[in-house]
């Protein structure tokens, strides 16, 4: 099967790549960690292990762990928007809401 990686960004423990596989159209996320920062691979791994949480629609999907040469890395499923952009529209949303207040003299 033939992947295609996309860089996306750098954080604090890594890089962060789109993988889409040309022929079934499906995208996923990976999120490679520095060797020296193996331990928060392991955290995140065991977060995404518990039980039931693929069960939820908004948690994001964990796929695999994997290892990248010395480096290793998590595959979780892709959205299309990221955490940031996602909070900006449902607080614009709750912010449209109508309001009364009374202030009693």
């Given at each position: 099967m033939v992947y295609?990686?996309?860089?996306?960004f750098a954080?604090?423990?890594?890089?962060?790549?789109?993988?889409d596989t040309p022929y079934?159209?499906?995208?996923?996320?990976?999120?490679?960690?520095m060797a020296k920062?193996?331990?928060?691979w392991d955290q995140?791994?065991?977060?995404f292990s518990q039980p039931h949480m693929s069960d939820?629609?908004?948690i994001v999907r964990f796929l695999g762990a994997v290892t990248v040469g010395d480096d290793f890395a998590v595959v979780l499923e892709y959205y299309d928007t990221s955490l940031t952009t996602y909070l900006k529209g449902e607080l614009f949303v709750v912010l449209k809401?109508?309001?009364s207040c009374h202030v009693n003299r």
């Open positions: 295609y990686f996309y860089y996306m954080g604090r423990f890594g890089k962060v790549y789109q993988l079934s159209g499906y995208k996923a996320v990976l999120k490679v960690y920062d193996k331990k928060f995140e791994r065991q977060v939820h629609d908004n809401i109508p309001v």
